[in-house]
């Protein structure tokens, strides 16, 4: 078996459906799928079977509530392909991406790919394309310096098809209601004996503001924050030279959480964000992947917030 595809599903009956007819359409076929449906409320469990009852490449099982973690857990127990392809429920994938994926492990002989994404919103998709490269090989020290600045290098799982060898002894932290797969993609990444960038656009990424990375409490940005600080201390050591990388993503994370912050109205963590900016605001301003935009973003931010809420509006 080459590909084991992975769907944790959580009150996904809306959209499970488009996931699961874009992996019926894969023109490349050595592949199971295997969907662990998390003790949805809703009818997410009937809509899988609906779906796939007549088709035996797809695994369905049903479970108490365990969350993302322990459900990504599960599913790799379970799995038996070469490569573990990860897809969230919501979400689907170009027919042609087990087909290039495929095609681009044979020619570059990589345990490690990943690949540009689209976002979809309610009436339009934008294309994400993470590196001004062509498809090509990325050295170990410049993924991570990718994956320590974060600002071209989300670490969620779903861009990237990683064999399953490096997966053992990988354990998703089940104390975690989101970021669950931060810190493990910098494991992945360092056991990789070769990582490969495609400039593909293979998976849709939908956006949706009912989502748990939509809907974040005060909890969940404290926890963030411990977890960053866990990632910065593994990348430091592994590679101590890449500190002002390190910086850069500490702003980019900053900046994110100060606007989520702001949101939700709580000003102790708008001052722990816009704190941690102020340390790191250099690093980000004078780094050559970041663009212009989003230096000046940076800028109105750390000045005023309120200008910077202005601008935007006048932008629009």
């Known amino acids: 078996m080459k590909f084991s595809i992975l769907i944790p599903a959580y009150n996904a009956e809306k959209y499970i459906s488009d996931c699961i007819n874009s992996i019926k359409k894969q023109t490349f076929e050595d592949w199971e799928c295997i969907i662990i449906d998390d003790g949805s409320k809703d009818n997410t469990y009937k809509v899988i079977i ?3 009852f007549d088709d035996m490449r797809f695994i369905i099982k049903q479970q108490l509530n365990q969350g993302v973690a322990e459900t990504r857990n599960e599913l790799l127990k379970i799995a038996k392909g070469d490569y573990i392809v990860w897809i969230d429920a919501d979400d689907f994938i170009s027919d042609t991406m087990l087909y290039s994926i495929n095609k681009n492990i044979l020619k570059f002989n990589s345990d490690f790919l990943v690949f540009n994404y689209n976002l979809v ?6 294309a994400v394309r993470l590196l001004n490269k062509n498809n090509c090989v990325i050295e170990k020290k410049d993924m991570f310096k990718y994956l320590a600045q974060e600002y071209n290098m989300p ?3 779903c861009n990237k098809v990683i064999s399953k060898e490096l997966y053992n002894g990988i354990i ?14 910098c494991k992945l990444a360092y056991k990789s004996q070769k990582i490969v960038y495609l400039d593909e656009y293979l998976y849709y990424y939908r956006q949706i ?3 748990i990375t939509h809907n974040i409490g005060e909890d969940i940005l404290y926890q963030n924050l411990k977890i960053r ?4 201390c593994f990348i430091l050591k592994t590679f101590p030279y890449l500190i002002n990388s390190v910086k850069c993503g500490r702003a980019y994370f900053s900046i994110n959480n100060i606007i989520i912050s702001y949101q ?5 963590l708008f001052d722990i964000f816009r704190r941690l900016l102020k340390e790191t605001i250099i690093s980000y ?18 000045i005023n917030f309120k200008l910077y809420i202005f601008a935007k509006k006048i932008m629009k």
């Open 50 to 52: 609906d779906n796939v």
């Open 121 to 126: 919103y309610e009436k339009s998709v934008s």
């Open 155 to 157: 670490s969620f799982l």
């Open 172 to 185: 998703f932290d089940s104390n975690l209601k989101m970021l669950e797969d931060y810190n493990e993609i």
């Open 209 to 211: 503001g009912s989502s």
């Open 229 to 232: 600080e866990k990632r910065e």
């Open 264 to 268: 939700i109205n709580n000003k102790n």
């Open 285 to 302: 301003i004078f780094n050559n992947d970041v663009k212009l935009k989003h230096k000046i973003a940076a800028i109105l931010i750390f």
